[in-house]
């Protein structure tokens, strides 16, 4: 097996984002490459943080929680970016800078109970089921704006924007219009004005289609296979 060299796979994202960003007219600093580092070992993250990079995603509470104990590094921030179950959200607020997957009224009830708990503030983003996939999770279009008004509501919950998981396509091209879906959700959602409402996180974009999304508009991009390499589920 060919060895994965990080260092140069981030300076490629990097750069590939640069290019996108500029293509679209915009400020390439506006965009954050969160390095997906589920199933990959600490080893490789500490690999991600030698070359500069202290922003990574993990999908599963536990995963996340264990690594963040084994390395105990204040500067890292960690994006949890997986289905969360209401009863796992005890390992995730508070060691998690951001929540990308609230996309029921009781899940984000639980998180807000929980932040209250720790007395933190909680970043979420709402997931959006943008294609609407029978397989995805996410709430549909539609409800979008209704859910958000709801946990509006909520304390110690910040709403900060959307995300999405696009549908696996070859080209890549076929996912941009539900990237401008996306964007133009949150910009009419931000119209209405809710209370305590301000959306402005896109964050959209994986391995196969991140340039795409930075150039309609994503400000978050979740890139896992491209920094580590294909991913070995046992
Ligand atoms: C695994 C994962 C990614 C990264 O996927 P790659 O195709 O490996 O870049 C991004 N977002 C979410 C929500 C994921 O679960």
Not at 26 to 50: H, Q, Y
Request: proline share 1%.
């Amino acid at each position: 097996m060919d060895e994965i060299d990080i260092r140069s796979n981030l300076e490629n994202v990097y750069t590939n984002i640069k290019k996108a960003a500029e293509r679209a007219g915009r400020d390439p600093g506006n965009v954050t490459l969160i390095a997906v580092s589920k199933t990959k070992p600490v080893s490789m993250i500490e690999e991600c943080i030698d070359a500069g990079t202290y922003v990574f995603g993990e999908n599963k509470a536990q995963e996340m929680a264990s690594k963040i104990t084994s390395i105990d590094n204040n500067s890292i921030k960690w994006h949890f970016i997986g289905h969360l179950q209401r009863n796992k959200v005890k390992y995730v607020v508070g060691n998690a800078c951001m929540i990308h997957s609230v996309d029921s009224i009781r899940l984000a009830e639980a998180i807000s109970a929980e932040a209250v708990k720790k007395d933190v503030i909680c970043d979420i983003l709402i997931e959006v089921n943008i294609a609407n996939e029978d397989t995805k999770f996410g709430v549909k279009k539609e409800d979008a704006y209704a859910l958000i008004k709801d946990i509006a509501g909520l304390s110690n919950i910040r709403i900060r924007g959307l995300m999405t998981i696009a549908p696996y396509v070859d080209n890549t091209e076929d996912n941009r219009i539900h990237f401008k879906n996306l964007r133009n959700l949150l910009v009419d959602i931000n119209n209405k004005n809710i209370d305590n409402v301000y959306m402005d996180v896109l964050s959209m974009g994986m391995t196969g289609d991140y340039e795409v999304a930075v150039e309609e508009g994503a400000t978050m991009v979740r890139v896992g296979t491209g920094i580590f390499g294909n991913r070995i589920y046992v």
